[in-house]
């Protein structure tokens, strides 16, 4: 015959359950708890057994405690199962673990215990502690609110730019316009998406305007390109376009970036500018035919750059003294003193940037000198702090007796598009 079955202990059974329990009298009073409830209780079974719950584990949040007598008040009157929702219940830390209570959060389901009659005999709390998953459930929302802000950011920025805006995807062709472009156009976001920009542009400019962007394409290297388009009104309108790509990790683009600025009346303003210097320069060994004709052209080119929309000044001689400067030059230094005074002890920070090597390299060679997005430091002048600006502008030799006697600077200001093609890169 086979031997007879052990009896089983069911206590020790109970005990060694692969979950957090904890079986109690009706009246919260504890009974025993399994081996994982004593590791998450932080407290001894022989210091829990016959205590009240409340008094085993004092709540550190008199409304979390009142949570947990409701769901037994809801086991007892109705005799099913009560699921709690997420609580924050605090643990006191046993002395040698630093003592004070550790913040704890759980799920928890009372069931009840009948007995033969259907009286409630136990109540059965299960839990389990989710303070990791809670705090982990926190940061991920709130990585998730930061990125949604970064995101609402990077949108208004690229909407309340004063310039135009576009991407690309690594493939070039365009998925975004901001309102800038909505408006130079005067078309949808959808059909300019849809458009063909060759068709656009001046019928002058296409072909480098097509083999640019196609190489831009091709090496991955930022594109830059002074060209003309077509405007709502059908005016083509000279702009100055730049696009750089934004790489991955692993150097792979994944999505192009550009900006675009209206420099229409600053190239026909330097365009005009330079043809006229040049014809002074041609005319310098003759005479003008009489003082009246002299003073008249002298007025008319003073007229001209004072209300040129560009700044512009003259530098006279080898130490660049300021012989002339325009109302939109002297108003990149208010309330400095330039007229008359070399450039080194008007703007020493500007001369000591390396413009003034450029300027004797112009005046030596004779070659004009054109400078792309150059950053220029600007003095703190009449209360205005100091700044970094951005310029694009010519140094252009002007001849009078045969000699090159100074230089006549031309410029126009691209710090917002500078800083506006910054903010993108670094919130891309």
């Not at 609580?87 to 550790?102: K, N, T």
């Not at 309330?335 to 070399?342: A, D, K, S, T, Y």
Request: aromatic fraction near 10%; charge should be negative.
């Amino acid at each position: 015959m086979p031997a007879p079955a052990l009896p089983v202990d069911y206590q020790a059974l109970f005990r060694k359950l692969p979950e957090n329990f904890l079986l109690m009298r009706p009246d919260a009073t504890i009974v025993d708890n399994t081996d994982g409830h004593v590791a998450v209780g932080m407290k001894p079974r022989a210091e829990a057994v016959g205590q009240s719950l409340f008094d085993a584990y004092p709540s550190v949040d008199q409304n979390e405690g009142d949570k947990i007598f409701q769901s037994h008040e809801n086991v007892r009157r109705t005799l099913q199962p009560d699921v709690m929702p997420l609580i924050r219940y605090d643990l006191e830390r046993p002395a040698a673990q630093g003592g004070g209570f550790e913040e704890s959060y759980w799920q928890a389901t009372h069931y009840p215990i009948l007995d033969d009659d259907g009286q409630l005999e136990y109540i059965l709390q299960r839990t389990q502690n989710v303070t990791e998953a809670h705090r982990a459930a926190l940061l991920a929302a709130e990585t998730q609110r930061a990125l949604d802000e970064m995101n609402r950011r990077t949108r208004f920025i690229l909407e309340s730019l004063p310039v135009m805006v576009w991407t690309n995807r690594p493939d070039g062709t365009p998925d975004y316009f901001n309102p800038r472009w909505l408006e130079f156009t005067g078309e949808t976001a959808a059909a300019l998406v849809a458009s063909n920009w060759g068709e656009r542009a001046h019928p002058d400019d296409r072909t480098a305007l097509a083999a640019g962007w196609a190489h831009a394409l091709a090496t991955g290297q930022e594109f830059q390109l002074e060209y003309r388009l077509r405007r709502h009104d059908g005016q083509f309108r000279w702009l100055l376009i730049r696009a750089a790509p934004r790489r991955e990790a692993d150097g792979r683009i994944s999505m192009w970036v550009g900006t675009a600025v209206d420099i229409n009346e600053q190239r026909e303003m330097v365009a005009e500018l330079l043809a006229n210097n040049e014809l002074q320069a041609s005319l310098s060994d003759q005479a003008y035919q009489s003082a009246e004709l002299a003073q008249q052209q002298r007025s008319a080119y003073y007229n001209l750059f004072m209300q040129a929309p560009a700044p512009i000044c003259i530098l006279r001689g080898p130490e660049y003294r300021y012989e002339f400067v325009n109302p939109r030059y002297q108003s990149l230094f208010p309330g400095l003193e330039l007229l008359g005074r070399p450039l080194a002890e008007a703007l020493p920070e500007v001369a000591a940037s390396g413009f003034a090597q450029i300027l004797d390299d112009v005046l030596a060679t004779g070659q004009p000198f054109h400078g792309q997005e150059m950053p220029v430091p600007m003095p703190a002048a009449a209360g205005a702090p100091a700044r970094t600006g951005y310029f694009t502008f010519t140094y252009q030799p002007f001849i009078e007796a045969g000699e090159r006697d100074g230089i006549a600077v031309f410029a126009f200001e691209v710090t917002d598009l500078v800083l506006a093609r910054q903010a993108l890169e670094k919130n891309a």
